[in-house]
């Protein structure tokens, strides 16, 4: 809850000024880089739908004025690239190749061997779901927040997750007892 409550006066109101407009993108840039880098697992692709989100908030943030909280739309919009990135990667190559961690990204998270088996195993979920995960239990966003960037109800997701946190804890096992 630290995340949204960091950025709680961010879904309130859109900026107006130049000055509150810097302000308001330094703020939410990285989290969305961080949601952006955690779904598709490419830095400089992150970079470029965080880049072509604030842009698009740029050109048509007077259409969404007052219409959705700020924050909501941002992340359903970088949702929404992600999803876009996936598509042109699984008509170019497996997605699964593009997806997968590499061992030396594994060291780079932590030496925990459990938490790179989780990472893995992330890695390896459906992006919808790999977001749904990284929303609710990475940016702690409620799940009605959640719900909303993702394009579902708050229950729906609240079960898809509780299957997902099953099937997470069956592959941690599954490896812990092949070692």
């Known amino acids: 809850m630290i995340f949204a409550k960091a950025v709680n006066k961010l879904s309130v109101t859109h900026p107006t000024s130049e000055?509150?407009?810097v302000e308001f993108v330094e703020q939410i840039a990285p989290k969305l880089f961080r949601f952006a880098w955690a779904t598709i697992r490419d830095y400089s692709l992150a970079e470029d739908i965080v880049q072509e989100c604030?842009?698009?908030?740029?050109v048509y943030r007077e259409k969404h004025h007052g219409?959705?909280?700020p924050l909501r739309w941002f992340f359903t919009v970088v949702a929404h690239l992600c999803m876009d990135v996936f598509r042109q990667k699984r008509q170019e190559v497996q997605?699964?190749?593009?997806?997968?961690?590499?061992k030396s990204s594994h060291a780079e998270i932590s030496d925990n061997q459990e938490l790179s088996v989780l990472w893995d195993a992330i890695a390896q979920l459906k992006p919808k779901d790999r977001m749904a995960i990284v929303l609710v239990y990475y940016h702690d966003l409620p799940l009605k927040e959640a719900a909303a960037i993702l394009g579902t109800t708050?229950?729906?997701?609240?079960t898809?997750?509780?299957?997902?946190?099953k099937r997470l804890r069956d592959e941690v096992a599954e490896h812990?007892?092949?070692i």
């Open 154 to 158: 708050p229950t729906f997701l609240k």
């Open 176 to 178: 812990d007892q092949k």
């Open 160 to 165: 898809k997750l509780a299957r997902l946190r």
């Open 19 to 21: 000055e509150e407009m």
């Open 54 to 58: 604030l842009a698009r908030y740029v």
């Open 67 to 69: 219409k959705s909280p």
């Open 95 to 102: 997605l699964f190749d593009q997806l997968s961690m590499t």
